[in-house]
């Protein structure tokens, strides 16, 4: 057990950001999570599962909804809704909160509702980058026939405003809070998936939170020095500069409350394409595939070595494009489902599975 402050915050947020992959929502969202949980506490409380019985019940927080969107709200006051419909309708005492990802905004996740609850939070994401679809951050519950979820979700304001409370599968119960994040202008506030601290072990990404804080430290003491931010993930993530130039061809599309699209980095006489669903999914150079997720895969800004997101990115803009295999991060159970990789396929007519083959566990 740590006791988080401000500083270990902002290492994790800026750590997220980049595990965020293209993904994970922004870092000013994540920074103004961290003042609203601060403002309700000194500090939080990061626990491993370890330290909870193993029959102790760990419930996830996220934010669902397209990272681009504009006119979204999700407030203290949507937190509370959220974890009191989630509260009564599954009759659930929360000895842990974890979040479905990290990112620049969904590694604060649980944040504020630990400062407000004391519930600690738990280095046991859902997974330790970013993923575009609910199932992926499952933790496998979507493969197990006979469980049945129960999800709460709020967000929106005005003639936007909507909560939701859904039970059923997870495949079902994840496209109604799609549906809601849509609903409430592109975002919403979920709590979800009540499991037990045992099968949380054995599923989720145990100590991604810790990655991240690790990261986001290495980014903080090298501010002003880029070549010494990618000395250190290379050195420690086998991370690969693939390319240095400018973004053109920049084209982002809301679709069901997911962001899609692609955006390509000159260098030379090559072209780099990198195409995102939320997260950035391929990096191709010349058309040859250089990079598939859950590879991941990030954009940096060149002058300050800052992570930007799908969401952020545009044209003229001088970045750098790294990678970082799979191996170096620790994913959780959902990354290891066929099914779910058919899924993104769909969505980004683009071979995956062909690329990850030694991912899945059929």
């Known amino acids: 057990m740590i006791k988080m402050t401000k500083e270990n915050c902002l290492q994790a947020l800026y750590g997220g950001l980049l595990l965020g992959g293209g993904g994970g929502g922004s870092l000013k969202m994540g920074l103004e999570a961290m003042e609203e949980a601060f403002r309700h506490t000194d500090a939080l409380t990061l626990m491993e599962v370890d330290e909870l019985n193993p029959e102790d019940i760990i419930v996830n927080v996220s934010m669902v909804g397209a990272p681009s969107a504009k006119d979204t709200c999700c407030t203290v006051d949507h937190w509370k809704t959220v974890l009191k419909n989630f509260e009564d309708a599954s009759g659930t005492k929360i000895a842990g909160v974890t979040s479905c990802e990290n990112g620049g905004v969904s590694t604060s996740n649980g944040w504020v509702i630990s400062a407000l609850t004391g519930i ?82 054995t599923h989720a990404a145990l100590g991604a939170i810790s990655q991240a804080m690790d990261i986001g430290k290495a980014y903080l003491e090298n501010k002003e020095n880029v070549e010494g931010f990618l000395d250190f993930l290379k050195e420690n993530y086998s991370a690969q500069i ?59 800004d060149a002058k300050t070595g800052l992570a930007l997101s799908s969401a952020e ?16 991060i620790i994913l959780g159970a959902g990354m290891h489902q066929r099914e779910l990789f058919e899924e993104a396929e769909q969505v980004m007519k683009k071979e995956l599975i062909s690329y990850e083959e030694d991912l899945f566990e059929d």
């Open 242 to 300: 693939v390319c240095r130039g400018v973004t053109s061809g920049y084209n982002l599309c809301m679709d069901g409350g997911y962001d899609v699209g692609a955006v390509h980095v000159k260098e030379g006489g090559d072209d780099y394409e990198l195409t995102y669903w939320n997260e950035y999914m391929t990096l191709e150079r010349n058309g040859e595939r250089v990079g598939t997720f859950p590879d991941l895969l990030c954009t940096l």
């Open 120 to 201: 600690p939070v738990i280095d046991a994401p859902s997974n330790g980058r970013a993923h575009p679809s609910g199932p992926m951050g499952s933790i496998g519950l979507n493969a197990i026939p006979d469980y049945m979820t129960v999800q709460a979700a709020c967000g929106g304001k005005g003639d936007k405003y909507v909560e939701t409370i859904t039970k059923g599968t997870m495949n079902a119960t994840s496209h109604m809070i799609r549906q809601t994040a849509v609903a409430s202008g592109g975002l919403c506030c979920v709590l979800r998936n009540p499991v037990t601290a045992e099968y949380t072990k």
């Open 313 to 328: 990115i545009g044209d003229d803009m001088d970045v750098i494009i790294i990678k970082i295999p799979r191996d170096k």
